[in-house]
């Protein structure tokens, strides 16, 4: 498929403060996105989705923003707190939910300074 | 969510021989994968382990390096043949699961050094 990249490698905040990690997608046929939590020496966990039907879709703490005309998704933390510190992966789907195979970007390591 | 264990977790193996990467679920899924993820590096997708029928290997991954055996909906293996120094990764299969259907739930890796 093609290529989902990130704009910033690493982000380091402050406990407390909100964190905002961007993903930018070039594949117009991508209808499903999911990010991804990875902390160090496991595998990824599910944090949330959205189709592309949505712009917008909110978990407890955090907040998933797509905008189909630029390809761009954001995935939002709120209070950021230090357990939050992890590389974190926007994926897609272009398959159109037929054959589930996911894209990856290249991460971002997010660092929470206590 | 699912529950997904894999062995081993990791292993240290000499190049030239194989290692088989066991990955069980905890209930029957229709849909599962396996992930390469080098040093420092995004998740590539290797195959989908199709059960009763031969994987479906992504480009770049072929069945002689990657064979895959998927014998029943909540177990799958992959082994990595004639292993060399670049095949050191983790590996890590995943399966869909949801309320949605689409969401895709990842074990927690096989970590392997190849010397």
């Known amino acids: ?114 | 969510s699912a529950v997904i264990s894999q062995k081993p977790s990791r292993d240290i193996c000499q190049r030239g021989t194989s290692l088989t990467i066991q990955c069980q679920v905890d209930s029957q899924v229709t849909m599962m994968f396996w992930y390469r993820q080098q040093p420092g590096q995004s998740l590539t997708l290797i195959a989908t382990a199709n059960q009763g029928s031969e994987a479906t290997y992504e480009s770049g991954f072929v069945i002689d390096k990657f064979p895959i055996s998927r014998p029943n909906l909540t177990f799958s293996t992959l082994t990595v043949s004639n292993m060399s120094p670049e095949d050191s990764s983790i590996y890590l299969c995943s399966v869909v699961r949801g309320q949605g259907g689409n969401e895709q739930y990842f074990g927690p890796g096989t970590r392997l050094t190849v010397t």
């Open chain 1, 1 to 114: 498929g093609e290529s989902v990249g990130l704009h910033l490698p690493t982000l380091s905040v402050q406990e407390g403060d909100n964190s905002i990690i961007n993903c930018a997608y070039s594949n117009s046929a991508s209808d499903y996105f999911i990010w991804y939590k990875q902390e160090s020496g496991k595998g990824p966990q599910f944090i949330i989705d959205i189709r592309s039907n949505m712009d917008k879709r909110q978990g407890q703490r955090v907040t998933v923003l797509l905008n189909k005309t630029v390809k761009h998704l954001s995935l939002q933390i709120a209070a950021t707190q230090p357990g939050d510190s992890a590389v974190y992966f926007c994926a897609e789907d272009d398959s159109g939910g037929s054959n589930y195979k996911l894209t990856f970007g290249k991460g971002t390591l997010l660092t929470v300074n206590p």
